[in-house]
């Protein structure tokens, strides 16, 4: 027989579970999971805007696009590029 406490900690562990699954309840457009290039072919192909490479690295490098630091790495997320997309409107 299964008490009380035992069923609450299973539904705490399936709802951490969840929500690690779903990433933490970040929306996709907040996940920084893309790298220099990924982003640059997400905005160049996916949303088919005129960029190029050397426009990301450079947008990088002046701060106008702020990576996020993971370990060794800088990720952006998909919203990172379309607010420095944004930006650059006059």
């Not at 299964?2 to 539904?11: K, S």
């Not at 929306?27 to 290039?37: A, F, G, Y």
């Not at 982003?39 to 002046?62: G, N, Q, S």
């Not at 997320?77 to 420095?84: C, I, P």
Request: charged fraction near 30%; hydrophobic fraction near 40%.
């Amino acid at each position: 027989m299964v008490d009380a406490g035992d069923q609450l900690a299973h539904v705490i562990r399936d709802l951490i579970n969840k929500a690690v699954a779903n990433g933490i309840g970040m929306c996709n457009l907040d996940r920084p999971n893309m790298t220099e290039q990924d982003l640059f072919e997400y905005l160049r192909y996916d949303i088919e805007l005129p960029v190029t490479r050397r426009m990301i690295k450079y947008a990088v490098m002046r701060r106008e696009i702020v990576p996020t630091r993971l370990g060794n790495g800088n990720y952006f997320s998909k919203r990172d590029g379309l607010e420095w997309i944004r930006s650059r409107k006059r």
